[in-house]
């Protein structure tokens, strides 16, 4: 169960690059199964050809953010659908990513990464390693909430929720919305520069149907641990992302194909989506909601 956790953790990256797109600046971003492969392929092969892993990581984030721009730029200079952007980048990183790796697959097990003193330890698999990972994706989450509390991330999110208004204040809704596709993509990248180093390898297929663990993340978190500010919103990705990893080793230790679990991600959404429309549910959480409202009126002979 431990590697479930250390799986969720890393991943809570990448669905903390999804949240960026999908929640705050409502686009739906489809660059992310190409851009976690461009984060994986990068990191590998400046590693296998003696980058430190450190320098290499962020080698990967970068390139992450190039691919979010191209998406933003195709969509605000472009005039083309931000869907259909999206998927474009995303069909033109898999020639580029093969560009980068050179071939199909490339192999880590010899080589040096920001892991090996953890292997070397003793520590992985364990909760020491659980831990480390925590305290990353606990920092990314900091940092995210400080920048949606800036200026420009407040910016930002009014890009997401009223496009025209905030426009009308002067803001470049275009700047905006190439800004948060390349944090987004960013983020995405550097989650697959470090699984790539986690499972030992780059593969040219590593992100294909990711996107729907990112929306799996997203979606679940928030709707079991809410989402009425940025500081609970983003925790709850978190933790979302962690349940996600660990309803799917459950899945495995029960006896399910591995070939099933692109199937059960897929039904998992579906579920987090279709159950808070129930009656019960939609009860349970107006009923939790009037027994923490605070009064607008104390009652009579009660003193503030």
């Known amino acids: 169960m ?71 730029l195709l969509h605000t200079k472009g ?19 093969l560009r980068i790796m050179g071939k199909a697959n490339l192999p880590l097990l010899r080589e040096d990464t920001l892991l090996t003193p953890l292997r070397d330890g003793g520590l992985m698999g364990t909760m020491a390693s ?86 799996a993340s997203v979606i679940i978190g928030q709707a079991i641990f809410g989402s009425r500010t940025i500081v609970v919103a983003s925790l709850a990705v978190v933790l979302g992302s962690v349940l996600y990893r660990v309803v799917i080793q459950l899945a495995l230790i029960i006896g399910l194909d591995p070939n099933d679990m692109k199937l059960v991600s897929a039904v998992l959404v579906v579920v987090a989506l279709v159950l808070p429309q129930w009656q019960v549910f939609r009860r349970f959480k107006a009923r939790r909601a009037s027994t923490t409202k605070i009064p607008e009126k104390l009652p009579a002979g009660v003193e503030a």
Not at 42 to 67: D, K, S
Not at 79 to 97: C, D, E, H, M, R
């Open 2 to 72: 431990t590697v479930a956790l250390e799986l969720g953790l890393i991943y809570a990256v990448m669905a903390l690059g999804v949240y960026l797109t999908f929640r705050i600046l409502n686009f739906p971003d489809m660059t992310v199964d190409g851009s976690f492969t461009t984060g994986g392929a990068v990191a590998a092969i400046l590693i296998i050809n003696g980058t430190p892993p450190l320098l290499a990581t962020g080698a990967a984030a970068v390139a992450g953010l190039a691919a979010g721009v191209v998406t933003g």
């Open 130 to 215: 659980v831990g480390v990972f925590a305290a990353v994706a606990i920092v990314l989450k900091l940092v995210i909430d400080w920048f949606l509390h800036t200026d420009l991330g407040l910016a930002l999110q009014a890009t997401g929720d009223n496009e025209e208004m905030i426009r009308s204040f002067g803001v470049s809704t275009d700047r905006m919305k190439i800004l948060g596709l390349a944090v987004s993509n960013a983020l995405v990248a550097l989650c697959g520069a470090l699984i790539a180093q986690y499972q030992g390898f780059a593969d040219i297929g590593m992100g294909i149907g990711l996107i729907v663990a990112g929306l």
């Open 79 to 97: 005039k083309i659908n931000g869907l259909l952007a999206g998927i474009l980048t995303q069909i033109a990183l898999y020639s580029v990513n």
